[in-house]
């Protein structure tokens, strides 16, 4: 088993992409969808980053579902952190939507609850990469930005 590893779940391919991009800047890093994902591949692992779309201001119910399963301190000495992509807030027009998002945040401080309650350590805040819609793409320039800030957390 690889000692870095990116799980993340997908709906339209955008948060996959960001994935991928974070695992080639962790460098020997396995990169699997969470539908893929088993708590064998959490064996060994010392870097662990978990990432969703957001949907309805929360990581995806089979993101939460990993979440919930993982015991108390399962991820005692992995370092961890959590990403996901959403529409940005400055990206809408909507003042309701904008007052939502300021109530409710985004999946990744969601995830990153979860990891520190199964015992990980949060090393990096953690990250939010823009869509331009729903379905995307990806707003300009997302992808270096993701392997940027993946880069920090060695």
């Known amino acids: 088993m690889a000692e870095k590893l990116v799980i993340y779940d997908s709906f339209f391919g955008n948060t996959e992409k960001i994935a991928h991009a ?3 800047a962790l460098g020997d890093a396995d990169v699997i969808k969470l539908a ?3 708590k064998e591949h959490l064996e060994g692992v010392k870097i662990l980053i978990i990432g969703s779309p957001t949907r309805i201001f929360r990581p995806s119910p089979a993101t939460t579902g990993f979440l919930k399963s993982l015991a108390p301190n399962g991820l005692a ?3 961890a952190t959590a990403f996901d992509t959403r529409i940005p807030s400055e990206k809408t027009d909507s ?3 904008k007052t939502l998002i300021k109530l409710f945040g985004y999946a ?4 990153a609850k979860g990891l520190k309650r199964a015992g990980a350590n949060l090393a990096i805040p953690s990250a939010g990469f823009g869509v331009s819609d729903t ?3 990806l707003v300009e320039g997302e992808l270096e ?7 920090t957390i060695l």
Do not use: M, N, Q, Y
């Not at 930005?145 to 880069?151: G, L, T």
């Open 135 to 137: 379905e995307g793409p």
């Open 108 to 111: 990744d401080t969601k995830i």
């Open 77 to 79: 000495g992995v370092t």
């Open 36 to 38: 893929d994902a088993s």
């Open 145 to 151: 930005r993701a392997r940027d800030w993946a880069k």
């Open 22 to 24: 974070i695992g080639e």
């Open 95 to 97: 003042k309701f939507l």
